[in-house]
């Protein structure tokens, strides 16, 4: 079977698997990574939304043979030893959590968005997270959510690298 080799939030990784195998089944089944969800497997419900390359994207669609050399990030890889990304603190002061199922991807996501449009209107808000599902219905606090992270973030919280 061929080896992969890749970064994952930071650290170099290879794993041996067929190269058509989806990386979202190479993360959390080869390697252990769980943030990355399992919804849908076409790429429609965002919940395995993870960052290649700093930019948002679905693991399920992508195959572990294209990959090669290039860096993952997901949610286990966005907090660091100073603390929460201010998204992420910006999720749990709003209280966006319920099942917390969709929240990596969301959170994913709502980085992605913050990193290319830092004040971000609510039109910009519900068109970057409409194809990030949340079955709990928790877009209003999404929402208010990403508001918060980018206040906090223009504000002087230290955002994270992706």
């Known amino acids: 079977m061929p080896a992969h080799s890749f970064l ?11 190269a058509d195998l989806p990386l979202l089944w190479v993360l959390r089944d080869v390697l252990g990574v769980t943030g990355p969800k399992y919804g849908c497997g076409v790429g429609v419900c965002g919940a395995c939304t993870s960052h290649l390359d700093g930019e948002a994207f679905r ?3 992508h195959p572990v043979g294209d990959i090669e050399g290039r860096e993952v990030k997901t949610i286990e890889g966005l907090a660091d030893a ?14 966006v959590a319920q099942c917390g199922f969709c929240q990596p991807g969301q959170i994913m ?19 970057a997270m ?21 206040l906090l ?8 690298e992706l």
Do not use: F, M
């Open 8 to 18: 994952l939030n930071g650290q170099p990784v290879s794993v041996e698997s067929p």
């Open 59 to 61: 693991p399920c669609l």
């Open 82 to 95: 100073s603390g929460l990304h201010p998204v992420q603190e910006a999720w749990i002061a709003e209280d």
């Open 109 to 127: 996501a709502a980085v992605a968005l913050l990193r290319k449009n830092p004040q971000p209107t609510d039109a910009d808000i519900d068109a």
């Open 130 to 150: 409409s194809d990030n599902v949340c079955r709990c219905g928790t877009y209003v606090r999404i929402r208010a959510a990403i508001h918060r992270a980018a």
């Open 153 to 160: 973030l223009r504000n002087g919280a230290v955002p994270r």
